[in-house]
């Protein structure tokens, strides 16, 4: 399996982290950043992975299965998080969630058949204070009334960056 | 020794040795802690929290498990506090798992079931919806349910650990978690069912014994697997004459509860559809039934026939074949048809081994020492695959007492992952690394050394020089194939050796040579099969067979005598470690005969029966006892448990024919004939993938 | 900075906080930054360990066990290598401190966790970062790259010929992992299942090795500690509870924000000065002072001192200072079903009582707050949530069901009301989304 030049340059540098002898420490941050490239775990990337920090697939596999953020199936091109967790709860998470629920037509963990969008509602995410909040990919949002999701997703689903959208700012930088 | 610990449990004083668990502690003592995750021999979890026990002075109840014994501890396994946890964590247990106990196979043998019995409470509170899963089938022989499942990571460890496989694993998390196979769907591994085994509840069962009984409906027969030579004591469920189950829960013998794939399923070639339950003689070219006396006075008249004119007779024994039968042929061949001519497919250097070890004693090794080792030198032996009894005990020598294994072998195997070192060196040329090894070895504090059939001749004896130059305990194995390879040496089915070891004045033809010779008059085989392999040389020999199925040599027949299995017979074997153990009939086959009773019946229609004296199983031991070497065990011993023969001790003075010996390198999914005819070993996956490494690529006659 | 600062701050560890370019290593150092691992490299492992006990510090993780002590316990002469671990694994709801720490100081946690290293002769750390805050592993990453760069980091440590390596490393999404043993596993590339303990991470911790596992906070305040001095420290405090807390106000407050201030505050001067008093001028009902596992205080209980000791007075935790507000419109029920959720979601599955309990308590919550409820479940809720608690194999266990009776037990009323069939009485509709 064959990664980009940046990716591999991570991993190598990943794997240089830890004792030689312990190879297996760098396997998650490895999945996490080639879900990234790759889009999802998949059984391939289960094998490399496994040859590349010295553990079986199996070994891989039950990793996989424990950590949220880990998906066997890709997600849209923007997952959109929306925390619901007590302190967003009381701020209005709830409605966060459904305005999502209903501006993309999705549920939990559904991705839109386009892939372009995806939603989860996920557990807190360390914005309790900034409430509600949610999350982009690995961007943060603080404080999202309902009629900002639509601005912002309606501004992402015309192309335009994150850095662009001027009337929802990305806090996470 | 450190002095033992005092501590109470439940009022009771009691003493253990620092460092033991508080639940195996009670369990000596008498006093049970129910556990589902904590099991003997396995690393600890601490996951079930069934061994909750109230401990004085310690602020909430303790997990009995991980606790270890401390002085004057107070300990109470039976209180309110404690009961009420257990009742609750069960209730817990229960919200999601299916009470479908009357449809499960585990019904009656659920550790689950005996807790809520015992500890559980009389009505459930759960009132919302369980969680579901479809049943899976990972493999022939293994299905998964889900729900069932408590997640006590028994199956985990036992494959892991035990095994060395590590062909299941948890997956997801919380209360989804369930165990998974390693290949999505499907399992690839020895396919030896110790998950099932394991398994305290009914979520993981075998495809062979599924919806078949229910476990009271079974009688058990105690008895040994007639595969390969490790000598696992198996114990076989029969339900109307029928072998439903194989496996070793109470955990008697030597092997405890391990079974490998051909212990606990490869039983069922016994009532293979093409078992032959009838004798045959050969009319006009073609095997036709006959009756069993026909079929003997045939043989006996053909026999005295032959014996009248001083014909040769070429005798096969079996790998397979009792002791006593063993015993009783070579003794019926050598005075009643006086004849050296007998020999069996030979397929470890045990001879020169015990000449080599001449006037040492205790060097031989036991399949106990293979665990309570703490070096262990496996020299041309893919151990995992073909002694996997063996190469479970030396992991769980490795676990428990931190073995160091050491490996020469000419391919990759299983031993390289937790070896300290492995060499490779090709097949035949194993003991150049031992040198390499010297520094190493010298350093610990014994040794066992195992080593399969391409050390040979000189090279065991190099090998035990080089043991022996160590200046420590060094104990030995020479690895042979069968159930009772072992045993057929000892008694002396060789055309050099009588039982015992003694060499014989006038030695016989060999295998090979009975094969070769033109002018052989008749060739008897005892459950073997060379013409597999081989042609034989003699157009007019007589040929008699005695086996379980019509093999290659069985077509070449001119009487076919159908014998009965090890599953269908009493009589005792002797294991790749010299260790005598005992048959227990389990089932009948109609129309088969033991081969002890064929060979007497033979000896009878000849008129030889006085001399043979009786072909009873137990009367044959009785002379075996007299006059071989180191067996000299009364068989209510052997009976109680596996007993070591003692090793001969002096020289055998016979010329070096280890050039005969040829490993069969059986993989776990292959044994011989026998193995052709176990359905489970040829529909597991493994078998058709070639997973057995090196042993296949071997090449061999 | 996400919220304004309050003028009743007391800025420690916050104290870089809106200078320009607070994160860089120039800013640091212009600022006292790295004096305090100075004054540390002239001290012996003994010395360290007394003035970090001497500081009165204690673990901000949430169980605030004295920091200084908890650096006595590692074995300093054991021939393994000893190990440093910063737990970032932020995700107990209701606290988003360890973020901005690391958003706006990054070399104070590496400043505090190179001074633990000296502790114990360790010469590798780690920060183990949760994967939702990716982009803070990149600021890190950035922030160790300079201090490599300026020779604080690496082989010759500020030119003292000292060790000292440190990396970070991500998560990827699991509450669990923020226990310190689970950390640990999962660090080491396996599923985050707590650990059997003893031994303890301090004599058997990353890889097996001695090692020091505490908080980011904790940390970030060694450092201060050390550039300030131990007794300044302590004496921001209260007795036995040195220093100050990073307190993260949410919830139903006019000014919801992190705030820095006095170990020991009065909760109720957070709540209606700092944080501007109760949204809306609504009545405070309940608030969860210490993160979602701390059991609930009532309004008439919320007069209290915030530190460790007085909390554990009133049958609840400081826990991460995670101070969850709520007004007279929350529907308590609802509160306790989205915590159940989240314990639900994020217990490993390891022992049975967590897995099962908690599975069970959130669709028996459910129900209950769907209107489907009888008066025996309110009896069941504590029962089960008691029956959970001291008997599961980690803490998560205990703080799924301490936070639950404490809602059943001070909020029996808004149980009851849900009696009889009847929905929810604050809200019309109730969602019904599987955790």
New interface residues.
Partial sequence: MTFSPALEARFEKFLAKYPADRKRSALIPMLIYAQDEVGSITDELIQELARRTGTTPMQVTEVVGFYSMLQRKPMGKYHVQICTNISCLLRGGDELWEQACKKTGLGHKQVAADGSFSLEEVECMGACSWAPAMQVNYDFYHGVTPKQLDVLLDSLAAGKKPEEIAEVKKVSC | MADPVTMTINGREIQAAPGTLVIEAARKNGIEIPSFCYYEGYSLQAACRMCLVEVEKAPKLMVACTLPVAPGMVVHTESQKVKDARKYTLEFLLTNHPLDCPVCDKGGECELQDMVFRYGAGESRFTEEKLHVQEQQWSPVVFYDGPRCILCFRCVRACNEGMGVGALGVVNRGSVSLIAPNHGDHLECDECGQCIDICPVGALTSGTYRYQTRPWEMEHTGTICTHCSNGCKTTLGVRNDKIIRGNNRDRSGINGEFLCVKGRYAFDFYDHPERLQSPMIRVNGKLEPVSWSKALKHVAEKFSEIKARNGKFGVIGSNHTTNEENFYLQKFVRQGLGSNNIDHKRTGDVVTLIDALSGTTGTLATTADLYEGKTFLILGADLAIEQPFLSFQIRASMRHHAAKVFVVTSKEVREDAYAKKSIRKAAGSEIEALEELREALAAESDLVIVFGSSVKGEAVRKLVAFGESLGKPVKYCALVDYSNSRGAVDMGLMAELHPGYHPSETPGMTLPEMLADETLDALWVINENPLEAAGLASDKAFVVVQDLFLTETAQRADVVLPSASAYEKNGTVTNVCGEIQRLQKAVTVMGTKPDLEIIGLIAKEMGLAPAMGPWVSETVYGEIRRSVKGYDIALPLVAMAAQQTAPVNGRVNVADKSALIQGAHETLFTSGTLGRYSKVLNSVIEKRAGMSLAAQEESHV | M??QPHPLEVKVLTRRFGLPNSRSIDTYMANDGYTGLKKALEMTPEQIVDYVKLSGLRGRGGAGFPTGLKWSFVPRTSPKPKYIMVNAD???????K??LLIENDPHQVIEGAMIAGLAINAEQG?IYI???????IELMDKAIEEAYAKGVLGENVMGTGKRFHF?T???????ECGEESALLE???????NPR?RPPFPAVAGV?QSPTILNNVETYSAVAPIFQQGAEYFCGLGSPKNGGTRLF?????VER???YELPMGTNLLKIIHEVAGGVRGGKKLKAV?PGG?SCPVLKADECDINMDFDSLAAAKSMLGSG?I???DED?CIV??AL??MR?Y??????????C??????LR??LQ?FHDGMGTRSDIV?IG?LSK?ML????CPLGDAAAMPTIAFVEKFRDEFEAHLDGKPCPKENIS?L??A
């Fill in positions: 996400y919220n932020e995700s107990e709801p209701g606290t988003c360890d973020r780690y949760r994967g939702e805050y990716r982009y803070l990396a490393h991500s998560g990827a999404g699991a509450y999962s660090f080491e590339g396996k599923r985050g059997i890889y993260c106000v949410s919830g139903h919801p924000g992190v969860i979602s995670g969850v507000v709520m929350t609802k509160a989205r915590i989240f639900a979601h994020e217990s490993c599955g390891w022992c049975i009582p897995r099962e309990g908690t599975t069970w669709k028996l129900r069941l029962d029956n001291g008997r599961t194999f969602r989304v599987a």
